[in-house]
């Protein structure tokens, strides 16, 4: 019976614009917690998705980074984020995800959009699903993706994902 023990990292980034949470595998970010979140999700999250993995509260050179990379993009000093990670996803949500990534700062689509992006235009509810179940946001920006009519939701509230695209210059609606 193997008993190796792999072990997960965490850390709290305390910022201007409330609480972040990031753990960190070996190969990289696995997950980030937003402000506004309870950190009850962010551990359920972890927990769920790595089981066999011990959380151990340290930093690691991919948290500081990840510690940095958020800092500049609060302050509007970055635009893209450099930080290696490793995520479980399934084949759609991969898919999806990596459809965001592709959306440039300071821009938007719209679920449907990224529904033909990844081959399935049919699909939007899906594609905010797979927004839903990101696990890295702000690395994967799925604030980006919006509604057809909206606004549409994020895990870190509707007024964080308003103030997220604001940083960036998108103009809103009142939706």
């Given at each position: 019976?193997?008993?190796?023990?792999?072990?997960?990292?965490?850390?709290?980034?305390?910022?201007?614009?409330?609480?972040?949470?990031?753990?960190?595998?070996?190969?990289?970010?696995?997950?980030v917690g937003l402000p506004g979140e309870d950190g009850r999700r962010f551990f359920s999250y972890i927990q769920k998705k790595y089981?066999?993995?011990?959380?151990?509260?340290?930093?690691?050179?991919?948290?500081?980074?990840?510690?940095?990379?958020?800092?500049?993009?609060?302050?509007?000093?970055?635009?893209?984020?450099?930080?290696?990670?490793?995520?479980?996803?399934?084949?759609?949500?991969?898919?999806?995800?990596?459809?965001?990534?592709?959306?440039?700062?300071?821009?938007?689509?719209?679920?449907?959009?990224?529904?033909?992006?990844?081959?399935?235009?049919?699909?939007?509810?899906?594609?905010?699903?797979?927004?839903?179940?990101?696990?890295?946001?702000?690395?994967?920006?799925?604030?980006?993706?919006?509604?057809?009519?909206?606004?549409?939701?994020?895990?870190?509230?509707?007024?964080?994902?308003?103030?997220?695209?604001?940083?960036?210059?998108?103009?809103?609606?009142?939706?």
């Amino acid at each position: 019976m193997d008993s190796t023990v792999f072990s997960l990292y965490f850390a709290e980034y305390p910022t201007s614009w409330g609480v972040f949470r990031a753990a960190a595998s070996a190969g990289g970010v696995t997950a980030v917690g937003l402000p506004g979140e309870d950190g009850r999700r962010f551990f359920s999250y972890i927990q769920k998705k790595y089981p066999a993995f011990l959380l151990v509260e340290r930093t690691t050179a991919e948290l500081e980074q990840a510690r940095a990379e958020i800092g500049e993009y609060l302050a509007g000093e970055r635009r893209e984020f450099a930080v290696p990670f490793h995520i479980r996803a399934t084949p759609f949500q991969f898919k999806v995800l990596e459809a965001v990534s592709a959306i440039p700062y300071g821009s938007t689509a719209t679920y449907g959009e990224i529904a033909e992006r990844v081959g399935s235009p049919s699909a939007a509810r899906a594609v905010g699903a797979a927004c839903g179940a990101n696990p890295i946001p702000l690395i994967v920006p799925c604030h980006r993706v919006v509604a057809a009519a909206g606004l549409g939701g994020y895990g870190g509230g509707p007024a964080l994902k308003r103030k997220l695209l604001e940083l960036e210059g998108v103009l809103l609606n009142n939706t």
